[in-house]
């Protein structure tokens, strides 16, 4: 495939996987929303981008109950909201409508799991497949819509991760409402015998805590929003570890590491938004910020500066990935630190983590494409070569303010449909 991501590339004529289109982690989603975005700071044309919304669709759009917001009606309405193009707004009602069906019934059976007094898997609750990132595509489209008609729903949504931030009784056992009986990548897995307690962005407890504290900045609340919250950031402050200047959590707590109430990893794992402190303290630095509390959020990102400055935590970042690696670690340092008082050690840091980054890229321009995805791929590093100018990057919930639109473009000769 050629080099998707240069600003006048159009598409391959034709998908090279099944579900390559409507896939917003490796696919011609994530492509249209860089695409999309290039046309908005106009470094790209909307002749273009509109190509690439028109490959994401051509194949078909999945609709079924598994469809999350980085695969099927979700992802593609999320590219299409963030482009904001009046055209776009028919195939978005239609869009909606199959949405609000397939979080309805995963909203049914999440609580029916719960009525049961059974374990959730990962799938049910997170962001990349489940019901957290429904509610975030159902936030970005009410803060683009004040009239959308998924207000109701959405109040649904933070009403049912409230309740998975409650305790949950297993044989006996008091565990986290949000605890998965599986391994890591949602399979049984004997190395995780018992399961695990998972606080990645990605999969894990810190995308519901992104999200309630999101809502509730935003002004949407719903009964026991800021007590989730609190309850969530004091769980995760039970497992902080490392010196008080430099902290970190785990990625997941074992079934033994809770028994034991001690983790057992050494040191840090590698600092990336999936997983790591970038996006963990993401979360925090939001709930801090829904629950007022100043203090905390200087903390948070006292964290993160120390992550950003510690050489061994940076060696073990292995790409330059949105999702895994630096482009990651640099997008998240941005959001939070950028604004920070000039000549401040905040500042200072992030700044010496932008030399490291374009020292990265420059090396990087000199290498052929590899991988195309947003998350894993080149159009993810390419979203961050855009600086924090174009804000694309709810999906991650990073944006500056959470669900935010960077603004619908002026011209009025952007009509053409999606057909």
Known sequence: MTNCTDPHTPPPEHDPAPGWGHSLANGAAGLALLHVAYAHIGIGDWG?????????????????????????????????????????????????????????????????????????????????????????????????????????????????????????????????????????????DPRWPGGHANLGMAHGIAGPLALLSAAMIDGITVPGLAEAIELTDRWLGCWRHGPETSPWWPGMISAREWAKGVVEARGPQRPSWCYGTPGLVRALHLAARALDAPARAAEVRAALVACVTDA????????????????????????????????????????????????????????????????????????????????WDACLLTAPRPGALISAPDSEHHTEGTG
Not at 337 to 366: K, N, V
């Open 312 to 391: 061994a935590q940076l060696a073990q970042l292995g790409d330059d990935t949105l999702c895994h690696g630096w482009a990651g670690l640099v997008h998240a340092a941005r959001r939070m630190l950028t604004g920070t008082e000039p000549g401040s050690e905040d500042a200072e840091a992030l700044a010496q983590l932008e030399l490291r980054w374009r020292d990265r890229r420059a090396h990087a321009a000199r290498k052929p494409p590899d991988l195309s995805g947003m998350l894993e791929g080149n159009a993810g590093v390419a979203l961050t070569d855009l600086l924090t100018g174009a804000s």
């Open 48 to 188: 273009n981008a509109h190509q690439w919304v028109r490959a994401m669709t051509r194949g078909g759009v999945a609709a079924d109950p598994d469809a999350g917001l980085y695969q099927g009606a979700p992802a593609v309405a999320y590219v299409l909201r963030t482009a904001g193009l009046p055209a776009y707004h028919a195939v978005l009602r239609e869009l909606d409508e199959h949405i609000t069906a397939i979080t309805r019934t995963r909203l049914d059976r999440a609580h029916e799991r719960i009525d049961r007094g059974e374990l959730p898997t990962l799938c049910e609750f997170d962001l990349i497949n489940g019901l957290t990132g429904l509610g975030v595509y159902l936030l970005h489209a009410a803060q683009a819509d004040p009239h959308h008609s998924g207000g109701a729903l959405l109040h649904d949504v933070l009403a049912y991760l409230v309740r998975l931030t409650g305790e949950i009784t297993v044989d006996g056992a008091r565990l986290p409402g949000w605890w998965t009986a599986a391994g890591p990548s949602g399979l049984s």
